[in-house]
């Protein structure tokens, strides 16, 4: 279903309606401040494995992140951080960035593997926050984007749904995309470290 929704002012039943398919194990495409997203919700093991195989990665060994709604939960699946990571982040989210931290025991075993970390978005997109409030807890988050696609396919909404529709159950249509993805800062260190340069400035 091609699903159109208006950042300015989601409609409470349309995003019930997204809740109801993110519940049931289903996956959606949905708009962000930068590029659109595919995820599902994170505590079903079966829905995260579809991502993970669509995008021919093992989860353990993925670079999926969360996206909350807020920071309010970030103590639920992060180990205590420093205040000075909170202010950074409190600083710059919602926005267009990615932010890696300890993960804590809460986080789903099938993510970690070896990896003790995970990384947290809140974008600035009210649609995706709306939806993640509305389910009670992050939703799994990876692009669509590919190196080797034709631009509008992951940029139009139109051409999204064309592409994905038997794979998703919801294509969100909340605009036309962007192609620069958000920026990733690890902060896990002792010392920030930039590991992708996106869309963004980091406000310190």
């Known amino acids: 279903m091609l699903l159109k929704i208006y950042n300015e002012n989601p409609n409470s039943r349309d995003i019930r309606k997204v809740v109801e398919v993110l519940q ?3 996956l959606i495409i949905y708009p962000t ?18 991502v993970a195989q669509l995008k021919g990665i093992k989860i353990e060994k993925s670079n999926f992140s969360f996206i909350c709604s807020d920071l309010s939960h970030l103590s639920d699946y992060t180990k205590p951080i420093s205040s000075s990571v909170f202010k950074l982040m409190k600083k710059n989210l919602p926005g267009p960035f990615t932010f890696i931290l300890d993960a804590n025991n809460n986080v789903p075993r099938y993510f970690k593997g070896k990896k003790k970390t995970v990384g ?20 799994l988050s990876t692009s669509i984007r590919d190196e080797d696609e034709i631009v509008e396919y992951t940029t139009d909404p139109e051409l999204i749904y064309e592409k994905y529709q038997d794979i998703a159950e919801i294509v969100i249509d909340g605009g036309p995309g962007e192609l620069i ?15 992708r340069e996106g869309k963004g400035i980091l406000n310190f």
């Open 120 to 139: 947290i978005r809140v974008p600035d997109n009210n649609i995706i926050r709306e939806i993640v409030s509305a389910l009670g807890n992050p939703i």
């Open 33 to 50: 401040d930068t590029v659109y997203g595919i995820g599902c919700d994170i505590t079903n093991q079966k829905a995260v494995e579809k």
């Open 181 to 195: 993805p958000s920026t990733v800062v690890d902060c896990t260190g002792e010392q920030l470290e930039m590991i």
């Open 24 to 26: 049931s194990g289903g």
